[in-house]
């Protein structure tokens, strides 16, 4: 089964969303491994994983989203996730994904998230 990841960028500069097909396991690895680095060679600080469409995720992905976040956070990349379907947000909380990567509702709610921040913390965009 073979699973389509592409990337698009928000409306601020720095995030990117990369989104899931319907299945993701060991045969999108590589997909996501482009999709990851084509964030880092823009040079982007924050990559949101779209799960919305996202029905199939075995332990091999699991352990490659674990890595993922992983080799972001040593390039200091903020890792998110949003929408993911009931028996995924289920299987991510089984292995305690959640207090690693926050997983939010949706795009948006990330995008406000993140000006909330920047506000704070005093950045502008």
Known sequence: MMSMIHTQPTSIDDMHVITFGT????SAEPALE???????????KHIILNMGTLTTLNSR????????YHHLSRKQIRLSMVNPKPAVREMLAF??????????????DVVAFEQRQMKSSGISE
């Open 61 to 68: 992905a699991l352990g490659k989203l674990f890595l993922t």
């Open 95 to 108: 292995v305690n994904f959640p207090k690693i990567v926050p997983i939010f509702d949706s795009i948006d």
């Open 23 to 26: 299945c993701f396991d060991g």
């Open 34 to 44: 482009a999709a990851v680095l084509q964030v880092q060679e823009i040079q982007g």
